[in-house]
């Protein structure tokens, strides 16, 4: 936490190094990530993922979504990133990251999401 100078905060032990939301899921016909928070690239590097074929998210709180534009790489390596999540959320996501939604995107290194709404 900042600011803090208890022990857990000070230790040097990476296990006591809390990261934001995300979860990576693998088998052996696909990998989805659940949620993209902002320690999103972070994680993904220290994992050494390679592949993420979809992505869901729960909510659309800024700890959960903000590392949504660092899935540009698999989405580039597929074409596009299919995403699941609620009406609500996926609006959000939308307006939040309107450029990677946007239809005549120049940039072929941008995410391409697909956009699949979930939920009730």
């Known amino acids: 936490m ?41 994680q993904a590097l220290r994992e050494n993922i390679r592949i993420v074929d979809a992505v ?4 659309s709180h800024t700890d959960h979504i903000m590392g949504f534009d660092d899935l ?12 699941y999540a609620s009406a609500e959320t996926m609006r959000d996501l939308e307006r939040v990251f309107q450029f990677a939604f946007e239809t005549a995107n120049p940039f072929p290194w941008y995410l391409k999401p697909e956009p699949h709404i979930i939920g009730g």
């Open 56 to 59: 869901i998210f729960t909510h």
């Open 72 to 83: 540009r790489r698999f989405s580039h390596a597929r074409g596009s990133m299919p995403v």
């Open 2 to 42: 900042i600011g803090c100078d208890c022990e857990v905060c000070r230790s040097p032990d990476p296990r006591d190094k809390r990261l934001r939301s995300s979860i990576y899921v693998e088998t052996p016909e696909c990998s989805w990530v659940v949620d993209t928070g902002t320690d999103f690239r972070t």
